[in-house]
């Protein structure tokens, strides 16, 4: 595998950003890394030093937005600049940058070591390896590696899109390919460690089932139920999702196994009962899985007793009538309209934020006409002056499609 910590090896990191160190120091680094012709000439070079770069290539991802006369010159500008600048860092004193037969590569007189590449090493030496623990060692250490998309500021290239997604595929592999060699020696520990690690440097890619699965096979069932709160929380309300059917399928499937400590029905009870702390005016505020499962417990209920229930959905249109689905004047409208919709329903009624600008309210023992009444309720709280945007609501009888056993 590559090799190079040393003090006379350039150090490339490219996941999650892009730096350069040299013998300690950073000569490139920041969050608008890169972004110059000199950070994407060594971006290209640096990551293919192997083949190099066709002069063509260069001058295309360079200068193409630009109207230049000589682009050749506009070129050998660039790269004088480069070598200015890595000497001025205190890079020894070599050709950088070679062209050779219309082909531009980095000098193979300054060694480099990059994350990319160290990584793609790692996964497949253990992709080979035969021995569990040592192929176990080889998926962790490339796991670690990964701190995240590759060249994240530049995802609008085609070249670091398409490398970025391989890349991203690996780390996928990896975590999957692992944990059944962490299931085999039962070491969720680990298990644990990695899920925190792949949520952070990966949201929204599933993988809080990964901690999820480690947290209940080490007993700890309060820690794994306020992870799927917070997990339907965020995704649900901060990023106006619903979890992936794959995530909800794997959390509840998990959540089966979760076995409770012995205790007595009044200390059930009491944990089961909305505290005081939790309470809020209103309806009862609660996440898409958990509105889902009060909805077909209602069905059953009307199955059995008749009660008139209603389904309202409530969108936030613009001043056309239009569904606003995303920017930042609906992030900031969304939870106004919560806030229109608590102060308008009953405490017995139940409340979910379903996506963006969109909520669902399950309005109990109630009539049509009274449908209407707390939409006018919800603009009024909603509506502000002149104000074009709007709601717009669409009411529908939650009838029982329950096909079971009536008792």
Known sequence: MQSGSGNDTLQVKTFGGFSLIWQGTPLIGGSRSGESQIGYLLQL????????????????????????????????????????????????????????????????????????QCFEELYEAAEKETDSDRQLELYLEAIHLYKGEFLPTQAGIIWVAQEAKRYRGMFCSCMENVLPLLRLHQNFAVMEELGRYAVSIQPLADWETVLMEALVSQGRYREAQQLYDDTVEYYSQEQ???????????????????????????????ALAERPDEYKPGGYL??????????????????????????????VVDGKGNPMKDGAVLDDLSPRLEEAIQGSVRHSDVVCRYGKGQYLVLL???????????????NQHFIIGRQRIGIQYYVNSVVSTFDGEKF
């Not at 890079?91 to 300054?110: A, C, F, H, S």
């Not at 609660?286 to 007793?305: H, W």
Request: charged share 30%.
């Open 286 to 315: 609660c996440p898409y899985p958990v509105f889902q499962g009060i909805y077909r417990v209602i069905e059953r209920l009307i199955e059995r007793g008749g009660q008139s229930v209603y389904l309202m959905l409530c969108t």
């Open 45 to 116: 070079l640096l990551h293919n030093r192997k083949g190099g770069v066709s002069r063509e290539k260069v001058e295309e991802l360079l200068f193409v937005e630009r109207d230049i006369e000589n682009i050749h010159h506009a070129l050998r500008s660039v790269i004088y600049n480069a070598k200015r600048k890595l000497r001025q860092a205190g890079l020894p004193e070599v050709n950088y940058i070679e062209m050779r037969k219309g082909i531009v590569y980095w000098t193979d007189q300054i060694p480099v070591s990059e994350d990319a």
């Open 240 to 270: 106006g999702l619903r979890p992936s059917k794959k995530l909800s399928d794997l959390l509840s499937r998990l959540g089966t196994r979760m076995l409770y400590q012995f205790a007595t029905l009044d200390e059930i009870q009491k």
């Open 364 to 378: 109990i023992n109630t009539t049509r006409e009274n449908c209407k009444i707390i939409q006018k309720r919800i």
